[in-house]
T-cell receptor, first 119, second 111 residues
Framework: DAGVIQSPRHEVTEMGQEVTLRCKPISGHNSLFWYRQTMMRGLELLIYFNNNVPIDDSGMPEDRFSAKMPNASFSTLKIQPSEPRDSAVYFC?????????????????FGPGTRLLVL | DQQVKQNSPSLSVQEGRISILNCDYTNSMFDYFLWYKKYPAEGPTFLISISSIKDKNEDGRFTVFLNKSAKHLSLHIVPSQPGDSAVYFCAFSGNTGKLIFGQGTTLQVKP
């Protein structure tokens, strides 16, 4: 299994530009998570999909951020317009809920992350 | 509203000795408690977990302890090896599938 695939691995852009991060979850997993890691805030959940439907987007910082999951094998996180404070490592993770539904201790598998730098 | 705290940002241990990483939480609704390990330039990887109905779970050199009355989670690594040097995150989940992570503790195991 290839694991969770993220692209690009590194992105450098200028303030005001649109940034699109991509994620391919592990085949068969039906939950997908987007996280952001910064020195100040640590690892924080941005949004969570289950069966391609956004379940909880309370962690999305503001309207400049949007996420989609058009099918079970692909998700995007878009920042438009980007700002220097968006610089962080963005992780995608996927999981398959255990019997009884989500939140029963299932393991989340993380991708390698996208390191974003907004100048 | 910081529900999870890893109060030690770093820990240094000699090879062969025990490493103890700690985590405190405030939300009594958490059902599952997990530890993840992260190497530089990689995503976090699952290490070990424990459900709220247990107080100890062991997997090889790794043991997780849960003290629900004190709302305290710990990870013991014994014996510690240089390859264990990484950032360790505690994580907690309720009934939604979401994980809430601690800030991480950087463990350095010296040869």
């Amino acid at each position: 299994d290839a694991g969770v695939i993220q692209s690009p691995r590194h992105e450098v852009t200028e303030m005001g530009q649109e940034v699109t991060l991509r994620c391919k979850p592990i085949s068969g997993h039906n939950s997908l998570f987007w996280y952001r890691q910064t020195m100040m805030r640590g690892l924080e959940l941005l949004i969570y999909f289950n069966n391609n439907v956004p379940i909880d987007d309370s962690g999305m910082p503001e309207d400049r951020f949007s996420a989609k999951m058009p099918n079970a094998s692909f998700s995007t996180l878009k920042i438009q317009p980007s700002e220097p404070r968006d610089s962080a490592v963005y992780f995608c993770a996927s999981s398959f809920p255990l019997a009884g539904g989500p939140g029963r201790g299932e393991t989340q598998y993380f991708g390698p992350g996208t390191r974003l730098l907004v100048l | 509203d910081q529900q999870v705290k890893q109060n030690s940002p770093s820990l240094s241990v000699q090879e062969g000795r025990i490493s103890i990483l700690n985590c405190d939480y405030t939300n009594s609704m958490f059902d599952y408690f997990l530890w993840y390990k992260k190497y530089p330039a990689e995503g976090p990887t699952f290490l070990i977990s424990i459900s709220s109905i247990k107080d100890k779970n062991e997997d090889g050199r790794f043991t997780v302890f849960l003290n629900k009355s004190a709302k305290h989670l710990s990870l013991h690594i014994v014996p510690s090896q240089p390859g264990d040097s990484a950032v360790y995150f505690c994580a907690f989940s309720g009934n939604t599938g979401k994980l809430i992570f601690g800030q991480g503790t950087t463990l350095q195991v010296k040869p």
